[in-house]
């Protein structure tokens, strides 16, 4: 298992690309509370970003869509265009324990110090753990092949803090390092390769 600071997997040089969405806006995004499990549903103005992300994504060949569990991904997934993406449980948010629908800026202001990357959550998952499940997916994610020898395109529609931890991994960095990819609601991005280095293609589209 990984302990969130050593590569994910070997790199594939010319391996299969993967694509990112996060989910469209919810009532707590948008406030700046944390969400991990708890299962929200999308704004109005979260279901117009979920379908103006198709546009980001037409015309590239998808051979495999993922989705977080949770209804935010999935209703997103589908109003992208993606309504019989697989679901992922490994790619649901990091669980924030005691700091779940606490307002960020309130953490900050009772601990003017505290980072989430540095800090972790109390009772909730430490950042190795969802390292490990962000390791599961780029390993699954590696493995795809397409029959005619070209790189695979894979979509996994899931949650911020997961896709930066998750793109920090797919870098083989480690897990805290995600902390440099700000990541907007219903935004899109894609990792790929230059030549044998895993590496960030477009970022926020």
């Given at each position: 298992?990984?302990?969130?600071?050593?590569?994910?997997?070997?790199?594939?040089?010319?391996?299969?690309?993967?694509?990112?969405?996060?989910?469209?806006?919810?009532?707590?995004?948008?406030?700046?509370?944390?969400?991990?499990?708890?299962?929200?549903?999308?704004?109005?103005?979260?279901?117009?970003?979920?379908?103006?992300?198709?546009?980001a994504?037409?015309?590239?060949?998808?051979?495999?869509?993922?989705?977080?569990?949770?209804?935010?991904?999935?209703?997103?997934?589908?109003?992208?265009?993606?309504?019989?993406?697989?679901?992922?449980?490994?790619?649901?948010?990091?669980?924030?324990?005691?700091?779940?629908?606490?307002?960020?800026?309130?953490?900050?202001?009772?601990?003017?110090?505290?980072?989430?990357?540095?800090?972790?959550?109390?009772?909730?998952?430490?950042?190795?753990?969802?390292?490990?499940?962000?390791?599961?997916?780029?390993?699954?994610?590696?493995?795809?092949?397409?029959?005619?020898?070209?790189?695979?395109?894979?979509?996994?529609?899931?949650?911020?803090?997961?896709?930066?931890?998750?793109?920090?991994?797919?870098?083989?960095?480690?897990a805290g390092?995600?902390?440099?990819?700000?990541?907007?609601?219903?935004?899109?991005?894609?990792?790929g390769?230059d030549?044998?280095?895993?590496?960030?293609?477009q970022?926020?589209?």
């Amino acid at each position: 298992m990984s302990n969130g600071t050593t590569p994910a997997a070997a790199p594939v040089p010319g391996g299969p690309k993967l694509w990112l969405l996060r989910h469209g806006e919810t009532e707590w995004s948008r406030s700046g509370q944390y969400t991990g499990l708890t299962d929200l549903p999308l704004t109005e103005e979260g279901e117009a970003q979920a379908r103006s992300a198709h546009k980001a994504l037409s015309g590239v060949e998808l051979d495999l869509v993922l989705t977080s569990p949770l209804q935010r991904a999935r209703r997103t997934a589908t109003l992208a265009g993606f309504p019989d993406a697989q679901l992922e449980p490994n790619a649901v948010e990091w669980d924030y324990g005691d700091y779940e629908g606490i307002d960020s800026a309130v953490v900050r202001a009772q601990n003017p110090g505290y980072l989430i990357w540095d800090n972790g959550v109390p009772n909730g998952e430490t950042l190795e753990q969802v390292a490990a499940r962000a390791d599961r997916i780029v390993e699954r994610v590696r493995a795809v092949k397409r029959d005619d020898g070209a790189p695979a395109n894979v979509l996994l529609v899931a949650h911020g803090h997961f896709l930066r931890i998750l793109t920090a991994r797919w870098l083989g960095l480690p897990a805290g390092q995600g902390r440099h990819f700000m990541l907007g609601t219903a935004k899109v991005c894609t990792l790929g390769w230059d030549k044998k280095t895993p590496a960030v293609e477009q970022w926020g589209l």
